[in-house]
């Protein structure tokens, strides 16, 4: 997909946001009564009234964090001093209140709540070994809002983790996130396998520059599970002679086998950081945009699990390193079998 230039989305993306704002607010009597009629047929309940609910907070979280940007950008002399220290801890201070107000929303409105399992502790926590290190987050990706949730975890009160990420280019049409993206250390790449691009130098780049509270999020698998993409996975594993691998993806049924390649760009650009495996369920059946129609406005939790592993103790080595990962992957899939619902 060809985006527009950068220019014209800063320039059209803000104008539509506040445009959507202004007439949500003059038109929000009309709206809550359509919603509230719709409610009616529709499954759930107040499914209308409650996806409008949201979609207008999510609009007000996209208006103050482009008007807090804005304001940045002037206050840092025009944006010459946007990359400095203090500017950086600004604009993750205003992600971190912006996310917090849309978990906060989707609590209220979806009772959607993220629970630890119950076994395992937190490697982000104050006081916990590693607690100060640079971090490497590999996480199943399983369901739509995972990153979003996952990225608002690392950067909660608690955790204060400055997350970086790499992001599909497509995502750039979001106003708030092409802009505070841009600003802080994140990169959008065009992940198509031809013409796309280097994904492992770009996973690489970002792990390189890494300081103490940087937290790196990489997804292994590449994409959302769907059977069909773990039956492809586990072909062009064999036909470009991985059997051992194969046949370890073969036994897992939830989760796609992962893509080595940007783990290890990681690992080797930041020896010292200590990794964290992260797994999670009840998103994992939202895969299309009828699946987050019937489902997002229901009762959900979101059960996480996490596994610490200090730099000291990730093996040495191209083939032994993608072997503990296929290892720890295996983990994750028998974690999501004994716990999704």
Known sequence: MKLPPRSVRRIAGPIVIVGAAIGGLFLLPALAAAAAVASIWLPGRWRGLRLLGFALV????????????LALWFVSGFGLLLRTGLFQRAHYAVL??????AVDA????FRLTLENDGVSWSPLDDGAPGSDNAMLVLSRHAGPGDSLLLVHTLMNRDHRRKPRIVLKDTLQLDPMIDLYMHRLPARFIDPTPTTGDDVERVIGELAGEMVEEDALLIFPEGGN??????RRAITRLRQRGHGAHADAAERMRHVLPPRPGGVIAAIEAAPCADLVFVA????????TVADLWRELPE???LQLRWWFIAAADVPVGRDAQIAWLFERWSDIDAWIAANAG
């Open 58 to 69: 999510w609009l007000a979280v996209e208006f103050v964090a482009l008007a807090a940007a």
């Open 96 to 101: 971190r209140l912006v996310l917090e107000a």
């Open 106 to 109: 989707a609590h209220v409105l």
């Open 225 to 230: 599970f769907t059977v069909k993409r773990r």
């Open 280 to 287: 999670h369920t009840g998103l994992e059946h939202m895969k």
């Open 299 to 301: 009762d959900k939790t």
